[in-house]
């Protein structure tokens, strides 16, 4: 059963930095374009950023420039480096494949705040 576990969250100040990574328990990253979504409180999944095969990426408008998704298919995890965090960026983060395949992780939790 495949399983996707996310990682890097917490409570960082706006303006600061956090790295997120998401390991699966089986070869997926090697088929499949990857994905960075996010849930904020009372509002619907989004997709945030996408890496494919040949790491072209895409990003939300409202992250380009600040978010960045990267790839390493040997480890089997995909990244999300996030910079310039704003308090709309909190959310609950998740990963999958897009579009999204898999039963949903638990997601790593992002607070941005004072």
């Known amino acids: 059963q495949v399983q996707l576990v996310e990682s890097g969250g917490g409570l960082v100040q706006p303006g600061g930095s956090l790295r997120l990574s998401c390991a699966a328990s089986?070869?997926?990253?090697?088929?499949?374009?990857m994905g960075w979504y996010r849930q904020a409180p009372g509002k619907q999944r989004e997709l945030v950023a996408s890496?494919?095969?040949?790491?072209?990426?895409n990003y939300l408008d409202s992250v380009k420039g600040r978010f960045t998704i990267s790839r390493d298919n040997a480890k089997i995890t995909v990244y999300l480096q996030m910079n310039s965090l704003k308090p709309e960026d909190t959310a609950v983060y998740y990963c999958?494949?897009?579009?999204?395949?898999?039963?949903w992780g638990q997601g790593t939790q992002v607070t941005v705040s004072e």
């Open positions: 089986i070869n997926i990253f090697r088929s499949y374009t």
């Open positions: 890496i494919t095969l040949g790491r072209n990426t």
């Open positions: 999958n494949t897009r579009p999204s395949i898999y039963p």
